[in-house]
């Protein structure tokens, strides 16, 4: 079989050698561009594609995947929002993904901890605060935060990276409300109060996300739920970018009915991030915006975890084949 590997995969050790035993051809281009990509695939008939969303800027779509002959697209990922899966569903593409794979991924907290870095980042006026330091500044008054243990977070979405962002709010003295009407019998035992979303909503001084992208939870905070967050919140997103609208949130965030904004995730994070206003450095009010470039789930613990994952489950779906016609060869 022929395989391309976009995104970095070296520094992990042991996995390049892993996708080079389980393949014919190992194409290794991880900084590869969208048309270049499109070219690869067709002139190296190109079975499997490796992938991450993080590093991978544009949607693998009808319009790449129709020149060539893929037969599976095998990304290290829970979300899937970077793929076409209409198109895959429909042209016998299978996608391999670590969604459910909750035995191992449960391992991993990096994205509730960026969250939780976010949210203090945010609530204390941190990288602020630094900037006006190194402008030469050293007052502290245009920067007082929030004590946390006074505040009140909702929790929308209560999966994986909900209830370890739950505990570490608990450890640090917040009442916790969640919202998630997937897991009624799942908060027993838990010190947190489950709610509907308009009360949520109502009762937050911080609402953290923390759900996929569907037809329901797409653009879910907009200006109509932003008009029911009475306390003026903070908002925390390490979902996706198509969770909110962008432009309700700067809106809101000029209004002040919403205090800060802090995101690992854009719109349009597969096409044109300049389509996003958030990386707009004239946009106001940018002293209320923090955002990272997708690394919530980026560190070192994680990738190992969940790129070996990625590797055994594209392994297993292939049975064996491809090594055993390898072998047979010689």
Not at 275 to 280: A, E, Q, Y
Request: glycine share 6%.
């Amino acid at each position: 079989m022929n395989l391309i590997c976009i995104t970095p995969i070296l520094e992990i050790d042991g996995l390049y050698d892993r996708l080079e035993s389980m393949s014919d051809n190992l194409l290794y281009v991880p900084d590869i561009d969208r048309d270049t990509l499109k070219i690869m695939v067709d002139l190296f008939n190109i079975d499997y594609i490796f992938t991450n969303p993080n590093k991978q800027n544009y949607m693998l779509d009808e319009d790449l995947l129709q020149v060539g002959k893929v037969k599976a697209i095998c990304t290290v990922s829970t979300g899937t929002n970077h793929i076409d899966l209409e198109y895959c569903k429909h042209n016998g593409i299978k996608v391999i993904a670590i969604t459910n794979d909750h035995d191992v991924i449960d391992k991993i907290s990096s994205t509730a901890e960026h969250t939780l870095a976010l949210m203090l980042s945010l609530i204390r006026k941190i990288p602020i605060s630094f900037h006006s330091v190194r402008d030469g500044n050293w007052d502290w008054e245009p920067y007082v935060g929030r004590q946390l243990n006074f505040l009140t977070v909702g929790i929308i979405g209560f999966g994986r990276l909900g209830k370890l962002m739950a505990r570490y709010c608990n450890g640090l003295g917040m009442k916790v409300l969640v919202c998630d009407p997937y897991v009624d019998n799942e908060v027993e035992g838990w010190s947190v109060e489950q709610v509907e979303l308009d009360e949520l909503l109502e009762r937050s001084d911080v609402i953290s996300l923390h759900v996929h992208v569907t037809d329901e939870t797409r653009e879910m905070i907009n200006k109509n739920t932003i008009s029911k967050m009475v306390k003026r919140p903070y908002l925390i997103n390490t979902s996706r970018g198509e969770i909110v609208n962008e432009d309700d949130i700067i809106d809101a965030l000029r209004s002040e009915d919403l205090q800060g904004y802090a995101t690992d995730v854009i719109r349009d994070e597969f096409g044109d991030i300049k389509n996003s206003k958030l990386v707009d450095e004239s946009i106001s009010p940018q002293d209320k915006i923090i955002l990272t470039p997708h690394i919530a789930g980026m560190t070192k613990e994680a990738r190992e975890i969940a790129y070996n994952l990625a590797v055994d489950k594209l392994d297993a779906i292939c049975n064996g084949f491809w090594r055993k016609e390898k072998n047979d060869k010689r």
